[in-house]
């Protein structure tokens, strides 16, 4: 008799070539429309599903999770961030959580540097000026002037993988790094990188002209970047976030740029995601602030890579192993 393969629900559509090899392994439920998951679909996702394949979109709270049924095991993340599940809930009823960390690493640290230069150079504003029809008098010299940011100071909030891929990129800009971590990363780290550790973020924020955020969000780093710490920033300085919105009180950011008190922003994360802020539309609309999609780790390679993670996640943990990337409540 064949053992009976497990019922994998996923919340949002996946690359064809993951959701193929999915369909070959397990028992699949896909998502075909592609549209994120209700509250009540989701909890009815739980009481059937012996694997659960959530996405960012996807909030997985107590609440949710005090509707799982028996058979539900393991919730195996498409992603790398958890702040949207509650984990120790789901440790605590024996559901175990995996996600799918490194792959993102190389895109988002792009994405980030790509959103440096677009707002220190006016790229998007730039961009929009010959589609509108508005380049009637040519090249000026005093037209369309940006930042250079060679010699700049990059604060960096959060040296983790993320943070040192981002550190190697800016350097060959010509940026002097600086960092502030929860822990100071090794000498050898530090050296290689040109690194300035501050154990103080509000001593960093104060002497750095970029600060890009990069760290995760939990309970500690919610509003991290508050309205007291932005405060301390130059008005010269950009303040790019690739990370989660929750990490800057984004309302606090919007007026300071608005008054003039901080230059402008590059974002591709927000508070209340999929609604931004309209006055950071507003903000965008005048060429102080780049507003992009949730799009750090939107290529192709990320996306095949995070569904083979999740893949070998599932079959570890079916196969009776312990799978690789498995959420420890150490790591929380």
Request: one cysteine or more.
């Amino acid at each position: 008799m064949s053992k009976r393969k497990p019922l994998v629900v996923v919340t949002r559509r996946l690359p064809d070539a993951v959701e193929t090899r999915m369909r070959e392994l397990f028992d699949v439920r896909l998502n075909a429309e592609d549209r994120p998951m209700s509250a009540d679909a989701l909890a009815a996702a739980l009481r059937e599903a012996d694997v659960l394949v959530p996405t960012v979109t996807d909030e997985i709270d107590s609440g949710i999770l005090a509707q799982a049924g028996p058979n539900l095991r393991l919730i195996a993340n498409f992603g790398n961030g958890v702040d949207h599940i509650d984990v120790a809930a789901a440790l605590e009823r024996g559901i175990t959580v995996t996600n799918t960390p490194g792959v993102l690493t190389e895109d988002t640290a792009d994405m980030t540097m790509a959103l440096i230069l677009a707002v220190a150079r006016r790229v998007t504003e730039g961009a929009r000026i010959i589609p509108d029809d508005e380049w009637n008098t040519g090249w000026s010299p005093t037209w369309m002037l940006g930042r250079r940011i060679t010699g700049k100071r990059l604060g960096i909030v959060g040296m983790g993988r993320i943070g040192q891929a981002l550190a190697r990129r800016a350097r060959a800009f010509g940026l002097q790094i600086h960092y502030h971590n929860r822990r100071r990363v090794p000498a050898a780290t530090e050296s290689a990188l040109d690194a300035t550790y501050w154990e103080s973020l509000d001593q960093m924020l104060a002497r750095v002209d970029i600060v890009s955020v990069n760290c995760p969000h939990t309970p500690a780093t919610y509003h991290l970047l508050s309205a007291r710490r932005l405060k301390l920033l130059k008005r010269e300085a950009i303040v790019v976030n690739t990370a989660r919105g929750e990490v800057i009180d984004e309302n606090a950011l919007a007026r300071l740029i608005e008054a003039g008190d901080v230059s402008a922003a590059g974002l591709d994360v927000f508070e209340q995601e999929p609604a931004v802020s309209p006055r950071l539309v507003k903000l965008a609309r005048t060429g102080k602030v780049v507003l992009l999609p949730h799009m750090g780790s939107a290529t192709h390679e990320s996306r095949l890579d995070m569904g083979e993670k999740v893949i070998i996640n599932i079959k570890t943990f079916m196969d009776g192993h312990r799978p690789p990337d498995r959420i420890l409540p150490s790591m929380l």
